[in-house]
């Protein structure tokens, strides 16, 4: 776990926010993956997975409560999670500002024409270049087509590692852009789905409002989740 923890980033949210509207200003592109111990785990045993994970090109922002901690463990002090909610959120704000471009690619077709909606409504200085459902058969031929159209941004909701790996992919051939895996976030960001309460948010106790929400996703959080912590505590 030590040599994904160790490539962490390590500045506070506010900070990552700066070298994201440099990274817009510039036309200059970033392949943004929020890790939590999920990833990690998947890490282990998937070589595809590891290998964007080791790429220091890429950059790993601390999505998990777990994954400070942990890092905080190897010595390493990061003093906030950065969210791919969060980070959703602020880059539709700034692209709302400044006019920039975006492709939405993931989730349901109902949640995805209803983030159409709000954004539309909300963000209205937004050029959305276009907008895809995940569930879509040649997801590669959507990348390639979004690469292409060279957005400011482009938000994937796939889920990891599906969205880590499809962006890999086409990645290389983008020319700028912000590209960044969200997994259940248009789910939120549309409405159909709450984000957790403030409270749990600031006690960092997120993972148990979904959970309780979605009792489903217990086994995962126990076989990505808890696995974790016994290999922190254990130095593995
Ligand atoms: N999803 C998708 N295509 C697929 C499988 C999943 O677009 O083939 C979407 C799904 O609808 C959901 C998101 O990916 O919106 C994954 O959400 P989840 O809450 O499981 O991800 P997490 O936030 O836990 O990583």
Known sequence: MRKYLKLIYQDPKETFYQELNKCLENNTKKFIITVNPETLMMSESDKELEKIILNKENCLVPDGISIVKACKKIGKYIKERITGIEISEYLLKIANEKGYSLYLFGAKEEVIEQLVIKIKKEYPNITLLGYQNGYVENKEKVMKKIVSMKPDICLIAMGIPMQEKLINKYFKNAKK?????????????????KRAPKLFIKLNLEWLYRIIKEPRRLKRFWNNNIKFLFKIRNKE
């Open 177 to 193: 852009g912000i590209y960044i895996g969200v997994g259940g976030s248009f789910d939120v960001l549309s409405g159909i789905k």
